[in-house]
């Protein structure tokens, strides 16, 4: 996984885009309206219930976009909320305000969304030792927030990208010529490089699974859209020699008979890729 250091980097940069994007050279309606030494207050208001996610992130965008804006929070990132919960004030310039207030509500729906959905996935595992992981399927230029909102419903971040971790697919494999040839070479690769990276491969059936505990110094193996009696005898047969993470038609019906099979991970595209928006709104006070 990525450092601390690389984890706010990457928020400052998203941030940084996010505001360029949406401002550009001027909030041209508050600045044609309001005057620049207005001084406002607002709340954000949920009109909602789930897992409220990004008010510490709403807290960056506020200070980026003006370092004298006070934020009061009332209800902490990874809190249960219901429709009427106020979630903090901000105050300020009024000009200021409206500037991020886009930002803000954007990424706080976004968020709040990934972590409601997450927070159900988790209930759903309680009573087995599987914990759930997201993937790579995000929001382009966005992943590093609807990441954290993972972590903010109780789930566990995968690799954050390509570059800290390996991980050899179905195509990976047919490319290469195999999976033996496939990492053998990565095994090279990473002495050759001077690499400290884990290796995850994904099997496509037994013979697979098989294949793959044979090349031995494989950190975990992924099962790759196997059925519940196929889950539980690769577990079987892999035992302790790796961990083990089913992928592939993981949903509400599904996720707890595939926990049940004994897998150490369960991961799922749908925390990132499939939610809707929780309905937040920034109102003047």
Known sequence: MISEAQFKNELQILISNAIREDVGDGDHSSLACIPVTAQGKAKLLVKDEGIIAGVEFAQMIFNYVDSNLQIETFI?????????????????????????????????????????????????????????????????????????????????????????????????????????????????????????????????????????????????????????????AAVILIGDKCQTESSGNINEETIRKYAECGVDFISSGALTHSVYNMDLSLKAI
């Open 76 to 232: 902490s990132d990874g809190s249960p909320v219901t429709f009427g919960d106020v979630v903090l004030h901000v105050s300020g310039s009024s000009q200021s305000i409206l500037k991020a207030e886009r930002m803000v509500l954007n990424s706080m729906q976004r968020m709040s969304a990934i972590a409601t959905k997450t927070h159900e996935y988790v209930k759903l595992l309680e009573g087995t030792k599987a914990k759930i992981l997201d993937t790579r399927k995000t929001t382009p230029g966005f992943r590093v927030a609807e990441k954290w909102a993972v972590k903010l419903g109780g789930g566990e971040n995968h690799r954050f990208a390509l570059y800290d971790m390996i991980m050899l697919k179905d195509n990976h494999i047919d490319f290469a010529g195999g999976i033996t040839l496939a990492i053998a070479k990565t095994k090279a690769y990473l002495k050759e490089n001077n690499k400290d990276l884990k290796i995850i491969v994904e099997a496509r059936d037994i013979d697979e699974v098989k294949e793959i505990i044979a090349c031995e110094g494989i950190h975990r193996i992924l099962l790759d859209n196997f059925d519940y009696e196929m889950t539980k």
